[in-house]
């Protein structure tokens, strides 16, 4: 019943703690997935007090040192907005392998907080724990949040010497973070550099470019754009609005004819 809840986001007619503690009154034991879909349902209701009473249960079962029920348990204060209760979850873990190191770090920049983000970030790798693309991807962007073009560049050159695979999310994460930092030429450079260049890596620094209000450079990507879409599209239009009106409107006309075209050949 409480896995059924979570799945569909109505807990205001049967509230799923009761149905957990009726549970435990009849003998019922509960396991990982017990509290991971408890917290779910809860999630989606805002229920913070019932949260935390899952909290204490979750403590005096022994689960607290179960990864996956600390990172759901982590997840709902986060969702909730209580960064100071999400770290608690954290430290309470004896040893957090990467999975909660990384939705720590996450929590941090969702609720930006990028200093305790990279600070935390530090102290994983002081202990030994090598991040993963999604770590190394929270972090660019926690570093972008700070609007530090050192540190930026700082956890570029780690990522190098790491030789922690770049997919094409990490590339964009960086041009996009780059460019937060005020230094376009940076952004560029790696654009240049970098082998992964998918539609998303494109359009990032195409925005950027415009953002910076490069807009040769801008039209310069996009004309040499191996594939468009509508991102590219609306980059363009937007960036082109702030300075060129009707050129701008010339572009919103070839975007129609694009999406006419992309919807007759599919």
């Not at 594939?227 to 006309?253: Q, T, Y």
Request: one cysteine or more; glycine letters at 8%; hydrophobic letters at 45%.
């Amino acid at each position: 019943m409480i896995r059924k809840q979570a799945k569909n986001g109505d807990i205001t007619r049967d509230p799923p703690l009761l149905y957990y503690i009726q549970g435990l009154r009849t003998g019922l034991r509960p396991n990982r997935q017990t509290f991971m879909y408890l917290l779910k349902a809860l999630v989606s209701g805002k229920n913070v007090n019932e949260g935390e009473e899952v909290h204490a249960s979750v403590v005096r079962t022994g689960f607290a040192s179960r990864e996956f029920v600390s990172g759901a348990l982590l997840g709902f204060y986060v969702a909730n907005g209580f960064i100071g209760q999400a770290r608690q979850v954290f430290d309470e873990m004896p040893q957090p392998g990467l999975v909660l190191w990384t939705l720590m770090i996450m929590a941090y920049v969702c609720l930006t907080h990028p200093g305790e983000a990279l600070e935390l970030f530090r102290t994983m790798r002081g202990v030994g724990v090598m991040p993963d693309m999604v770590a190394v991807a929270t972090v660019v962007s926690a570093s972008g949040l700070l609007g530090d073009l050192g540190v930026a560049k700082t956890i570029h050159c780690f990522i190098e010497k790491s030789g922690v695979e770049v997919d094409a999310f990490v590339s964009s994460t960086l041009i996009n973070t780059y460019g937060e930092c005020g230094s376009l030429t940076d952004a560029y450079r790696f654009f240049q550099e970098t082998a992964m260049k998918n539609t998303v890596v494109w359009n990032t620094m195409i925005h950027q470019s415009l953002e910076h209000n490069n807009l040769d450079l801008g039209k310069q990507l996009f004309d040499s754009m191996p594939e468009r879409d509508v991102a590219s599209w609306n980059s363009m239009i937007l960036g082109f609005a702030h300075c060129l009106p009707v050129l701008a409107m010339e572009l919103w006309k070839l975007e129609l004819g694009f999406l006419i075209m992309s919807t007759t050949t599919t």
